[in-house]
């Protein structure tokens, strides 16, 4: 099978036609994600475990726990929309998605990206 042919770019043209369309929209979605799962991460470790160890309530575990790694994945596929839409370095692209993981962190990368993005810069 031959290989598909590459633009100036050497990404595969059905990919370059999605990149750089539709950035202001990505980086709606990829903001709203980055607080939704920032803030889910903040209730599960300052809210949920303390519940769960102090008070021995599981169940705010489960649920806080559950509904943020479904939200998380959901997180890094527009993390990753983003990145390529607005052509973020590979660098880049993994530090803000590992920024997801970290309470608080989240939020300081979704402002740098943001920025970065919104400027036209590589992230």
Do not use: N, Q
């Amino acid at each position: 099978m031959a290989a598909e042919p590459t633009t100036a770019s050497r990404l595969p043209r059905a990919l370059a036609r999605r990149v750089g369309r539709d950035v202001p929209v990505a980086l709606t979605r990829y903001r709203v994600m980055a607080w939704v799962v920032g803030v889910l991460l903040i209730a599960l470790i300052l809210v949920a475990v303390p519940l769960k160890y102090l008070a021995g309530m599981d169940r705010p575990v489960a649920v806080v726990g559950t509904l943020h790694g479904w939200l998380y994945f959901i997180f890094f596929l527009t993390a990753c929309d983003l990145a390529l839409r607005a052509r973020w370095t590979l660098k880049g692209a993994v530090l803000v998605i590992v920024a997801g993981t970290v309470p608080v962190l989240s939020f300081v990368a979704e402002r740098i990206a943001t920025r970065k993005t919104r400027a036209g810069e590589r992230v």
